[in-house]
């Protein structure tokens, strides 16, 4: 399985100074340092965190893959056949929302996303619908000519009990299966942490994930010790 990741984060934490650090760029290095598979980054209608830019500069320095997610907007659809991500990540977006809440209603905006799918396709960017476990989601995904599907698994990671979870996870199962026989590649992420992975894992079908918030959030944490010592060291 391979892991992408998610950096959005380290823009939002910029954004909150509003000035030049941490940088997104300087992130994605050290994410392909360590391993990581490919880099992941959301450029939002309302630029809240990536902006165009970093979006550019990634494009240049990413030398695994560059996964887009973006909206299937004029605007955004004409920024990334600009700048030529590796794959785009086709999701919902509202401009309220902390994060993205839901998959894409792909049966109900089969037109457009066909046309959207097409013309991102057109320029060899690879195509994925991130959508909920739901049969007739994927069998519209399919219909559009996507090339993969992302599996929306904020509900199973939100699951409060160990049944519910286990559930939740074989619907997951389900879709990532029923992708397949379709002939689409499939992707999963949200919410995924440190303790929900593993059983993910089983899911053999799923080829990749996308990691963002515990990732960034575990940064955090096995950095600070580093961090502040380094600091000390400049004051004594
Ligand atoms: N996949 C999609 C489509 C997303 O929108 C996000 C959140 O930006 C992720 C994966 C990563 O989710 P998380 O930050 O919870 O790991």
Request: charged share 30%; aromatic share 2%.
């Amino acid at each position: 399985m391979r892991l992408c990741i998610n950096i959005d984060h380290i823009a939002t934490l910029r954004e909150a100074r509003g000035g030049l650090e941490p940088d997104p760029v300087t992130a994605a290095h050290v994410c392909e340092l360590a391993g990581a598979d490919g880099i992941v980054c959301h450029l939002r209608e309302d630029r809240r965190h990536i902006n165009d830019r970093d979006v550019r500069l990634l494009r240049e320095t990413v030398k695994t893959k560059l996964d887009l997610e973006m909206a299937a907007t004029e605007e955004i659809v004409a920024f990334a056949i600009e700048t030529l991500p590796d794959m785009a990540t086709l999701v919902p977006e509202r401009r309220q929302e902390l994060t993205t809440e839901e998959g894409l209603d792909v049966k109900g905006h089969l037109h457009q996303l066909r046309d959207v799918v097409q013309r991102l396709q057109q320029h060899d960017i690879e195509v994925s619908l991130f959508i909920d476990p739901v049969p007739q989601q994927i069998e519209a995904a399919r219909e559009t000519g996507a090339d993969k599907i992302e599996i929306h698994t904020g509900e199973y990671a939100n699951a409060r009990t160990e049944e519910k979870r286990r559930q939740l996870l074989d619907v997951v199962r389900d879709a990532a299966r029923r992708a397949r026989e379709l002939g689409m590649g499939v992707n999963a992420g949200h919410g995924l942490n440190y303790l929900n992975l593993s059983p993910v894992r089983t899911i053999t079908e799923i080829e990749e994930v996308s990691v963002g918030h515990a990732v960034i959030a575990r940064a955090l944490f096995v950095g600070m010790d580093r961090a502040v010592k380094e600091m000390l060291a400049l004051t004594r």
